[in-house]
């Protein structure tokens, strides 16, 4: 899975944790944040060393030339394949659990039938 789709679920897995849920369903969620925790903090080290190379403050302080550079190097992280063992949830764990269409979206990769 690459990293950019664990990073995305995030704010579905957000979503979840606040929420009461079986105990069962709780621990995955739990460890699903775990995993998705520890990538984050990759990522944000991973994007502060970039941004350090090309001395931007932020995106507007970039010159032209760097540009280019700057964004083959971000979507080269955002591919980077994750070999995590990410939990599965089942559609049939999620049954009354509330979520926006766009929660389901981004946990799609771990739904299963």
């Known amino acids: ?6 990073i995305d679920m ?3 897995i957000q979503s979840l944790i606040e929420q009461k849920l079986p105990f069962q369903l709780a621990y995955k969620i739990s460890n699903i944040a775990e995993i998705i925790e520890k990538n984050q903090k990759f990522w944000q080290e991973k994007i ?3 941004m ?3 001395e931007v403050e932020g995106v507007e ?3 032209q030339e760097s540009a280019v550079d700057f964004n083959k190097d971000v979507q080269e992280l955002m591919d980077v394949e994750v070999n995590a063992d990410i939990p599965k949830l ?3 764990e999620l049954e009354g659990v509330e979520l ?5 979206y981004l946990l799609k990769p771990l739904i299963t039938n």
């Open 100 to 104: 926006t269409p766009r929660h389901v």
């Open 10 to 12: 995030s704010e579905a």
């Open 1 to 6: 899975m690459k990293l950019i789709t664990i």
């Open 61 to 63: 302080g970039i010159s």
């Open 90 to 92: 089942d559609v049939k």
């Open 48 to 50: 502060q060393e970039i």
């Open 52 to 54: 350090k190379k090309y």
